[in-house]
């Protein structure tokens, strides 16, 4: 029988944990705007303790994401794709705390990229693997570095990675492109507009990215919607360029919040691809598969 457990979502810029039954209930959750990067000296067990100190310290912690990383809690190695979930059962690293906690490490996936020769995640992995059952052949992780993710008989099969969110934020909050913005409301209506111009010219980001300026300018689009014509913009450059050779019959499945995965899921119906909002607890799910095929719980 599963044992309850505790799943640790840590990444760059948050901290997420959840307290789960055997029965894969969440009873108790917390989150904190920690992530690794927020972390001094190395002190990720202060931390942990700091959010989590009062439950039990027998359950097994099932942990993933950039703490995983080179600058994370411990480093573990890339897997090789394709891998599914009896390869990242395999490959899970254990480290024990000194107050006693055991942390079952889950890795990221690497793939030989025909485009940028390397591409890597960490922790969009589980979130697939908790989705699966969903029967989508592709996966769309929102976030500071999107990921495009296709899958092949239950296993990550290929990925590419997208820098759309950082883009937005370097664009908006430190160009000429956000001096004319008013806010961050969502104006769909803009933001498809932002999307059809990318779809058309793909190519021509760089060009088109001045018209959110010129477009503030000359009053064609009011300033507290610039920013949403930006985001068409970026995203409808990352689906374009993603799915380009994708037959129409793919499934996708958008991995995230309700408010960021929206944008994708307009993007790729507009695309013409079918398209649905995943659960976003699907991390969790995908820890405790892959924690169950371990033996851990």
């Given amino acids: 029988m599963t044992k309850p457990f505790i799943a640790l979502d840590w990444g760059t810029t948050s901290f997420r944990a959840y307290r789960v039954s055997a029965q894969g209930e969440i009873t108790d959750q917390t989150a904190a705007p ?3 990067m927020a972390v001094m000296d190395g002190k990720f067990e202060d931390v942990l303790e700091h959010h989590i100190g009062a439950w039990d310290k027998t359950l097994p912690i099932i942990a993933s994401g950039m703490v995983t990383s080179r600058q994370g809690w411990v480093e573990c ?30 890795t990221g996936l690497h793939h030989n990229s025909t485009s940028i020769t390397h591409d890597v995640l960490r922790g969009e992995e589980t979130q697939v693997i908790g989705s699966l059952k969903n029967g989508a052949t592709h996966f769309v992780t929102p976030g500071t570095h999107s990921k495009i993710i296709a899958v092949e008989n239950s296993r990550i099969a290929s990925f590419a990675t997208y820098m759309t969110g950082e883009t937005f934020g370097l664009y908006r909050n430190h160009s000429i492109l956000g001096r004319l913005m008013a806010g961050d409301a969502p104006d769909e209506a803009t933001f498809k507009q932002g999307v059809e111009k990318a779809f058309a010219d793909p190519a021509g980001i760089l060009h088109l990215l001045f018209s959110t300026r010129t477009l503030g300018l000359f009053n064609a689009i009011k300033p507290e919607s610039l920013s949403s014509y930006l985001s068409g913009l970026l995203i409808g ?6 799915t380009k050779h994708h037959s129409k019959t793919a499934n996708y499945q958008v991995l995230g919040s309700a408010a ?21 607890l699907c991390g969790v799910y995908g820890q405790r598969i892959i924690a169950e095929k371990a033996g851990v719980i």
Avoid: W
């Fill in 260 to 280: 960021v995965g929206a944008n994708y899921v307009a993007a790729l119906k507009m695309a013409g691809f079918n398209v649905t909002l995943g659960d976003p």
């Fill in 77 to 106: 190695p890339y897997l090789d794709c394709p891998a599914g979930a009896d390869e990242l059962a395999k490959a899970i690293t254990l480290h024990t705390t000194t107050s006693g906690r055991k942390v079952h490490f889950i």
């Fill in 34 to 36: 920690e992530g690794i």
């Fill in 237 to 242: 450059q990352e689906v374009a360029h993603a």
